[in-house]
Structures are given as C-alpha cells and as structure tokens.
C-alpha cells in the first residue's frame, strides 16, 4: 500500500543552539533551540552523514543543509511517516 507522505509531518523543533562551527551542521547561518525547520526529502547525492537529517527552511523546497540528528525534534502533536519510523 502506497502512503501519501503529504498526510504526514516533516517539520521538526531543534532541541538546542546549532551555530555554522558546530561539527554536524553545514548550515550557512545560526539556528538557535526552538527553531523550526522542514526535513528536505529531494536529492542529497550522498552528501549528508549517518549523524545528520538533510533539512531546509521552507517545507518541500531547497536549498538543503545538514543538521545533527540529535539536534532535532519531530514537532509534536503531529503523526510519523510510516517509512520514518524507527
């Protein structure tokens, strides 16, 4: 069975500060905890690591920048992509 991955959240809230010197993250600004940005789901041509998510700024659009997994937070109160589930 096919699942619309539209009928499912990608936003997610860092659970701290990641600044562009932090190891991880390949952002080209400061994203300060609270902060809420979109997990970007086009091509990544392999660039991002197993410890980072490929995020961006605006939901379903680019450009993408790496953020540490254990910086992010899937939003609450929203429901998981089946495929996203670990």
Known sequence: MKVEKSNYTTK???????????????????YFKGDIIFKYSGCTYGCVSDDGMAMCEIEGEGPFFQMPRDALMQSPNVQQHPAEKE
């Open 12 to 30: 997610y809230t860092l659970t701290r500060d990641v600044l562009r010197t932090d190891d991880g993250s390949y952002a080209d600004k400061d």
